[in-house]
């Protein structure tokens, strides 16, 4: 909902650009991205090994069912990521934590250019 969105955000809307889109290929279609990085618990390369820049866009699926094998399967090997996870026991991630260890690598990064 809109309310947990702006929650989410607290006091740092001024600085987020949040756009909304009714599908995925509308979003290929508006904002023509020039690299996609595709987060999954299938992906073979680690998430630390990818060179992202300024024109990256980072994309997850939901919490309980990922960004789904058909999804996966439209796209590049080699553009699908996996934070790896030292305890078998462990399958994955929660989405949050997912996305901010992927987000602060990529910052980093970004700062490190």
Same mark, same amino acid.
Do not use: C
């Given at each position: 909902?809109?309310?947990?969105?702006?929650?989410?955000?607290?006091?740092?809307?001024?600085?987020?650009?949040?756009?909304?889109?009714?599908?995925?290929?509308?979003?290929?279609?508006?904002?023509?991205?020039?690299? &996609?990085?595709?987060?999954?618990?299938?992906?073979?390369?680690?998430?630390?090994?990818?060179?992202?820049?300024?024109?990256?866009?980072?994309?997850?699926?939901?919490?309980?069912?990922?960004?789904?094998?058909?999804? &996966?399967?439209?796209?590049?090997?080699?553009?699908?990521?996996?934070?790896?996870?030292?305890?078998?026991?462990?399958?994955?991630?929660?989405?949050?934590?997912?996305?901010?260890?992927?987000?602060?690598?990529?910052?980093?990064?970004?700062?490190?250019?």
């Amino acid at each position: 909902t809109e309310k947990a969105v702006r929650r989410a955000g607290l006091d740092y809307w001024e600085h987020v650009d949040l756009r909304q889109h009714d599908s995925f290929e509308d979003f290929l279609q508006q904002q023509a991205p020039k690299e &996609l990085w595709f987060f999954t618990k299938y992906g073979r390369r680690p998430y630390y090994e990818a060179p992202f820049g300024t024109d990256s866009y980072l994309v997850f699926g939901s919490e309980t069912t990922g960004l789904g094998e058909e999804f &996966l399967m439209q796209h590049p090997e080699e553009q699908k990521l996996i934070i790896p996870m030292d305890e078998p026991a462990v399958r994955s991630l929660n989405l949050s934590n997912a996305v901010s260890i992927a987000l602060y690598e990529a910052r980093r990064q970004l700062v490190l250019l």
